[in-house]
């Protein structure tokens, strides 16, 4: 039986690799391929078609579907055409010969004819161990493919081909499998009390997507780190980030967040602040103020008792 956790996401050898997601990089054996990918165009989209469909390949019709405008368009000239320019790309390259665009029962398939050489793709790969994960029978299986999962997601798949009916739709779909992804690994590194790893996580996931859930979800841990310094810096980004929304959409969004701070924090957190200076978490909002409030009465309180006590 295959081991599901066997996760793999360098390359290695003489392996066609190409990263598709928030980039568009393809290399052979480590190197980047001799193909002008930059250039976009049919050509390439095709080359990248083929890659994603893998050993199943992809039919004539679903390459008309995805490359051309069937209204305007002889989508059956145009795909032929296409396909004989990419022949003759890779005829010129340094895969000439290793792989080739072969037709069978109307299905299209790149196959190979290296048996050293290997060809993946990270959208191909992220899906595959996204699937795994969903069979896994351990949490600490599951949690290692959903990891590996989100390593491999940097962005948006095939930026530079913005527009494209079948870029967009793919786009779409791998989105929302890095979302379940964080928000699974999440819960699994919660239930383990992995609060460092979900910081991590959440960092990461905010440079590509500066969304409220991954504040909320690095604040929790931040607290049950009881790191509270950087669980305020972390609530004030979310107040800011709600801002840029709708009126009501963000005062619901602001509450949830206070009250977070309110059930997590409770008087812990102030006794806490009393030694913290919040100058050092920056900026100013209704919360930081109600806080640096309650510290200075807690210390007028304790002064007056000690000059009454002489």
């Known amino acids: 039986m295959e081991n599901d956790c066997d996760v793999k996401e360098e ?34 989209q095709l080359f990248l078609l083929l890659i994603w469909a893998g050993k199943e390949g992809i039919s004539r019709v679903k390459l008309q579907d995805s490359l051309y405008d069937r209204k305007n ?73 959903l990891e ?62 500066p969304l409220v859930e991954w504040v909320e979800e690095k604040m929790e841990a931040l607290l049950s780190l009881k790191r509270y310094g950087e669980a305020l810096k972390a609530y004030e980004n979310a107040l800011i980030m709600a801002s840029d929304l709708k009126k009501d959409k963000c005062r619901m969004i602001e509450n949830r967040i206070a009250n977070s701070m309110r059930s997590r924090c409770g008087q812990k957190v102030i006794l806490h602040l009393q030694n913290v200076d919040l100058g050092e978490w920056g900026g100013k909002n209704e919360e930081a103020e109600k806080l640096q409030k309650q510290r200075d009465a807690g210390k007028r309180k304790r002064s007056k008792k000690y000059y009454m006590q002489r």
Not at 18 to 29: E, I, N, P, S
């Open 11 to 44: 390359t290695e050898g003489k392996e066609l690799y190409v990263c598709t997601l928030g980039t568009l990089d393809a290399r052979y054996g480590g190197e980047p391929l001799d193909i002008p990918l930059s250039a976009g165009g049919k050509v390439i």
């Open 73 to 145: 368009t002889d989508a059956a000239n145009a795909l032929r055409i296409t396909v004989s320019r990419l022949r003759k790309m890779l005829s010129q390259s340094i895969l000439q010969d290793k792989i080739k665009i072969e037709v069978y029962k109307s299905t299209y398939y790149l196959n190979v004819y290296d048996e050293h050489l290997k060809i993946g793709m990270d959208a191909v790969l992220m899906d595959n161990y996204y699937q795994q994960s969903q069979r896994a029978e351990t949490d600490t299986c599951r949690q290692q493919l």
């Open 148 to 209: 590996s999962v989100c390593r491999l997601y940097n962005g948006d798949f095939l930026p530079v081909m913005s527009g494209e009916a079948w870029v967009e739709s793919s786009r779409s779909h791998y989105q929302d499998i890095y979302f379940k992804s964080v928000r699974e690994a999440c819960a699994l590194m919660a239930r383990h009390r992995d609060y460092e790893k979900i910081v991590k996580l959440c960092d990461t996931a905010l440079e590509i997507y």
